[in-house]
Structure formats: C-alpha cells, structure tokens
C-alpha cells in the first residue's frame, strides 16, 4: 500500500502548490531516484542508445535526468486532475486537428494510435473537458487503490478508462490470459462500433505477445492488436503525438493511415503498424527526453 499512501500524498501536495512548484519537486524526485536507485533505468538507458546509437556516457547520463524530469511533469498532470482548479484545454495547442474531425465524422470509430510520449495525459483528458469523447485503454496497476484513484483523476476529466491487466495476463495460464484480455477488447470494439474514439499506445508490449517489426533499425516486440481491431472494426487510425513545451502541450495530429479492408489481414496489419513506428521515429528522434518507456523495448539487446 505504499505506492498508494505516497502518490496520496504527493497529490495532496500538487493540489495546494503551484504548478512550477510541482514541476521543481518533481525534478527534485527524479534526481533522487536517479542518485539512490540508478539500476531501475537501466531499460530507459538502452532503449535512448538505440535512438541515438552514438551518444556518449555524459550525454546519455544528462539525457536520462532530463527524461524523468518530464516524466514526473506527467505524474503531476494526472494529480492536477483531481483537482477542480485545473484547466487543460487552455494548456493545448493544436495542429491540424481537422485529420481528427473528418475522421470522427465519418461514424465509423477512431482509433488514436499513440505512446508513452510528451504530454499524453493532458492530451487525452483536455480534449474530454472540451466536450469530446475519447476512451483509454488503460494498464492496470497495483495496489489496486492506487489505479483507482488514477483513473477516478482522469474519469473527473470525462475520460472513459477501458482497463487490461497486463499483470494478471502474464502470469495467469493462457485461457485466462486470453479471457482477461478478450474482455478489454471487447469494450474497445464496442465503442468502435458505435462510432467512438478510443486512444491506445504501441510502443510498450505489456503482455509479451508483442509482433518482431523494426524499430530504430532493430527488430523490437511491438503490440499490434489496436491496428488489428481497428481493421476488423473498419475504423481509422488517427497517430496523435503530443509534445511537451514547458507548461504547454503541442498536439500534433498526422493524417489518418489508410489500410485496405480487403488485403490479407495479418500483412496488412503489420504493414499499417511499421507506418505508425515509422512516425514515433520522427518523434522520438526530434526529443528523446519525452519519451517515457522505462522497460527495455529490445529486451535481448539489454540482457547482452
């Protein structure tokens, strides 16, 4: 119950201070985890060296501070949600959102393929407070009163969270995992199908199913299932990534990915997803320092 006494606290902290004093404690927090518990980023540091192959030990060691700097900004974002002064729409500025519009009016569902990446949170729950509708398929943590006091923040902000656990799915047996999972899919496939949006990342595989496709250059496990029920749903897939500047979010709206509905599902799929990563590349590339992925995606390159 730790984790949850803490971030408890920690809430009620961001809750009676200043944003720019939340975001000061928080680099505070990361240079203290950093100092006492370096090994726990291991996985960070070897996904940054592929991105960036030929960084050196100083560079790399400035550019994992600055990567859990803006992490903790994160967590300070969803404790902001519980609170009734926070106002995130007024914190977003968006580019070619209209990518988004058409594809939401066309009624057949939107999937918004995104990752762990700038400022996700305050995307997702300022574009809810502005009378939009976008669901979450959301990781379940432990304990289980912290989750729900997670997503109780992002519902006060009209977030509709659709949870998985990735946990229970990895060390149940295979009928359960494939149940457990099942049933998430099936609530994403519902909204799909009644012409609503739902937001999923793909560059964490949670379950360890995840397909080989390249990445950086390397053959990395990537989950492919939201571009697989996207397809067999029928509806679009919109990549939204959103970038971190200071106290603002950039959300940058690319234009939906078209696949062919008639193609032979499994290469179609995998066709679709190797365009998505080839975006987050792009993105990745652009600032390292917001991209927020602390297990190792090349987990056989990490282990050598």
């Known amino acids: 119950m730790l984790p949850y006494y803490a971030y408890r606290g920690a809430e009620a902290l961001v809750g009676a201070l200043p944003q720019s004093v939340s975001y000061w404690l928080g680099d505070r927090a990361a240079d203290a985890l950093l100092a006492t518990v370096p090994d726990r980023f291991d996985g960070l540091r070897d996904n940054l060296r592929h991105v960036i192959p030929s960084i050196g030990d100083k560079a790399l060691k400035r550019l994992v501070r600055r990567n859990l700097r ?8 969803v404790m902001e949600m519980s ?18 519009e058409e594809a939401i009016a066309r009624g057949n569902g939107v999937v918004v393929a995104s990752m762990h990446f700038g400022s996700w949170e305050v995307g997702l729950a300022g574009w809810n407070k502005m009378g939009g509708k976008m669901a979450l398929l959301a990781e379940v943590l432990r304990p289980k009163e912290l989750f729900d006091r997670v997503i109780g923040a992002r519902r ?10 990735t946990q229970a799915m990895r060390e149940g047996d295979p009928q359960a995992a494939r149940r457990l999972g099942a049933a998430s899919m099936r609530e994403v496939f519902k909204v799909l199908r009644s012409g609503g949006v739902v937001a999923m990342a793909l560059d964490r ?12 250059g390397r053959p990395a496990p990537i989950p492919i299932g939201a571009v697989e029920i996207a397809i067999r749903a029928g509806a679009a897939i919109v990549p939204i990534v959103l970038f971190r500047n200071g106290y603002r979010v950039r959300a940058m709206v690319h234009p939906e990915l078209r696949y062919s509905p008639d193609a032979p599902r499994d290469a179609e799929v995998r066709k679709t997803a190797q365009m998505l990563l080839g975006i987050f590349e792009e993105a990745i590339r652009l600032h390292p320092e917001q991209w927020h992925v602390l297990d190792p ?4 390159t990490a282990s050598q």
């Open 297 to 300: 995606i090349w987990p056989a």
């Open 70 to 77: 803006n992490l903790t900004h994160c967590w300070v974002d």
């Open 205 to 216: 595989d949670l379950i360890g199913n995840g397909e080989p496709l390249e990445f950086f």
């Open 156 to 165: 006060a902000q009209g977030v509709h969270i659709i949870p998985i656990d």
């Open 83 to 100: 609170s009734h002064r926070t106002d995130l729409p007024s914190r977003i500025d968006m580019t070619d959102l209209y990518h988004f």
